[in-house]
């Protein structure tokens, strides 16, 4: 998989409509969360049924450093956020039937 520009419109639907999937797209989220401890804070992809359009071998993987798009930012409230290359597990949670992946990110 190879990570281009990360962009979209903040929206509730878990589903991409009929006119997304013949154009490729699908739907993702992103939450910001911060360590209790630490006070460390990160980004945690969200995915639905679709997460095999995101993944490989049950993995997530960003190939090369990426940031978000001023969508992205703005709406996390943040000036800059960067996706650090790599390989993330992808967690199963059957209580609310999403699948995560928990990003490194560096967040200004």
Do not use: C, H, W
């Not at 998989?1 to 997304?20: C, K, R, S, W």
């Amino acid at each position: 998989m190879y990570l281009g520009v990360v962009d979209g419109t903040p929206t509730d639907v878990d589903y991409p409509t009929q006119d997304d999937y013949s154009n490729a797209l699908r739907v993702f989220g992103l939450f910001l969360i911060q360590n209790e401890k630490t006070n460390e804070e990160a980004i945690m992809f969200v995915f639905n049924k679709d997460v095999e359009d995101f993944t490989m071998d049950n993995y997530f993987y960003i190939e090369r450093d990426i940031y978000a798009s001023e969508s992205i930012t703005d709406e996390l409230e943040k000036n800059s956020i960067m996706f650090v290359k790599g390989k993330y597990n992808i967690v199963y949670d059957e209580t609310t039937k999403y699948y995560y992946a928990l990003v490194k990110t560096i967040l200004k």
